[in-house]
């Protein structure tokens, strides 16, 4: 069963995986010394969320597994998120178009 998109984006050391691979794809080694604090298993366990989220890949090269971006999941993110941006810049205008016809208090003059 694939995990959801959004809890695996809810921790931010997953973000920051993802950050990470957002430049290019990255060795599990290499991955796991950008995060000294946490450990192998640690680490591993992140891996698998994104992997079974749908926001990473991996290729595996001999003893090696390479992760990458799979951006497919996060466009689904953006479509999710698109629904309310229009939401939020209507209420970010009336906010501003309120704060606009307020009057302004009047700053006292140094004495």
Same mark, same amino acid.
């Given at each position: 069963?694939?995990?959801?998109?959004?809890?695996?984006?809810? /921790?931010?050391?997953?973000?920051?995986?993802?950050?990470?691979? &957002? $430049?290019?794809?990255?060795?599990?080694? !290499? *991955?796991?010394?950008?995060?000294? #604090?946490? &450990?192998?298993?640690?680490? &591993?366990? #992140?891996?698998?969320?994104? %992997? !079974?989220?749908?926001?990473? %890949?991996?290729?595996?090269?001999? %003893? #090696?597994?390479?992760?990458?971006?799979?951006? /497919? $999941? *996060?466009? !689904?993110?953006?479509?999710?998120?698109?629904?309310?941006?229009?939401?939020?810049?209507?209420?970010? /205008? &009336?906010?501003?178009?309120?704060? /606009?016809? $307020?009057?302004?208090?009047?700053?006292? %003059?140094? $004495?």
């Amino acid at each position: 069963m694939p995990r959801d998109v959004f809890s695996a984006l809810a /921790d931010p050391t997953r973000r920051q995986v993802l950050d990470l691979l &957002s $430049r290019r794809e990255r060795a599990a080694g !290499e *991955l796991g010394r950008a995060f000294p #604090h946490i &450990s192998q298993p640690g680490m &591993s366990r #992140h891996l698998r969320v994104l %992997r !079974e989220a749908g926001l990473v %890949r991996v290729r595996q090269v001999r %003893r #090696h597994r390479y992760y990458s971006l799979q951006t /497919d $999941r *996060l466009a !689904e993110v953006d479509a999710w998120i698109a629904k309310y941006r229009g939401f939020w810049a209507t209420e970010l /205008d &009336s906010l501003e178009a309120y704060l /606009d016809a $307020r009057p302004r208090p009047r700053k006292d %003059r140094p $004495r």
